[in-house]
């Protein structure tokens, strides 16, 4: 796309924290506005006359499509299109266009950072020292919580792509034995489907899309199938797991330790049960796992080439 492009971003603020070179967009573009969120109201009247929008979250729908006859290229600053009617753009001769695979060094190695977080016990010993319980300690150490190794354990990974194999390869340089599961509704003749691979992994790690199989494909029963005291780490999507149910393992002890970066609802303004304060040896991050600065820069630079190499 030459520089007769006309672009909006409807929510630069949900990528760029003031820490992003973002001058490619405005290099590429006869004239760029960004606005740094934009309500479902606002939506019409920003994208007006904009050849190009490009949105991280915002919703475009039908409605605003045919509200500008100008509009050729939908931008999405992320890897998902739930936010897009695809079926409209394509009625409309509109292309849609996503970033891939940008975060993956940064979710990978978030990723090993919950297992060590939860295999060491680091959560329960830095609140013990906040307490004063090593001051209070008879001894040079304090040794509370049971600490294991990652090395040696079996590491289970469900969505084996380039996000689940960059985290199988940090995994096995921790020496860990690394099994890739076949997804639900995906047989897979050299992998293991899900109620045979539960059973074996001392860790389980999810990097899958959230899909008609896939929804709460961890489930009670799935939990249950999963060794007692093994560890559970969702970067993936929330619906892949029955959040209730995962309570209700950590509760029982069945389960050794759950982290999540994602819940079925984000932000969690109504609440969720893995927010709650008793659940041991729960880790929950706010979705920020994909949030590198250096992944956050990939994603404006597949933007920038996505306003260049699209033709008039």
């Not at 729908?61 to 939908?74: C, K």
């Not at 050299?190 to 109620?195: F, G, K, N, S, V």
């Not at 199989?213 to 993936?236: E, F, V």
């Not at 796992?289 to 920038?304: C, N, P, T």
């Amino acid at each position: 796309m030459n520089n007769s492009s006309s672009v909006v971003f409807l929510d630069l603020a949900s990528l760029d924290k003031d820490d992003l070179d973002t001058s490619a967009l405005r290099q590429r573009s006869a004239e760029f506005k960004a606005y740094p969120s934009t309500a479902p109201e606002q939506v019409q009247e920003r994208i007006a006359g904009r050849t190009v929008v490009i949105t991280n979250k915002v919703v475009i729908d039908d409605a605003a499509m045919q509200s500008n006859p100008a509009l050729r290229l939908i931008l999405v600053a992320a890897t998902g299109t739930n936010n897009i009617d695809l079926v409209a753009a394509e009625r409309l001769g509109i292309q849609v266009r996503n970033c891939q695979a940008y975060g993956t060094p940064a979710v990978a190695q978030h990723t090993l950072m919950l297992m060590l977080v939860l295999i060491t016990r680091f959560e329960s010993y830095r609140q013990a020292v906040k307490d004063g319980a090593w001051q209070r300690s008879s001894q040079f150490c304090l040794l509370d919580y049971p600490i294991a190794e990652l090395a040696g354990k079996t590491l289970g990974i469900l969505g084996y792509g380039e996000l689940g194999q960059a985290v199988g390869r940090l995994a096995e340089a921790f020496g860990m034995h690394v099994i890739a599961g076949a997804l639900p509704g995906r047989p897979h003749a050299d992998r293991p489907e899900l109620a045979a691979l539960l059973p074996q992994v001392d860790v389980l790690s999810l990097h899958c899309p959230l899909t008609e199989h896939t929804r709460n494909m961890l489930d009670a029963q799935a939990l249950a199938l999963m060794k007692p005291g093994s560890l559970l780490i969702n970067a993936a999507r929330g619906g892949l797991v029955d959040e209730q149910a995962l309570v209700d393992s950590l509760r029982s002890g069945h389960l050794g330790g759950a982290a999540c970066d994602v819940l079925s609802v984000e932000p969690p303004v109504d609440g969720n049960p893995l927010l709650a304060n008793d659940i041991p040896n729960l880790v929950i991050t706010p979705h920020s796992a994909w949030g590198s600065r250096e992944a956050r820069q990939r994603i404006v630079g597949q933007l920038a080439d996505g306003l260049s190499t699209v033709a008039e």
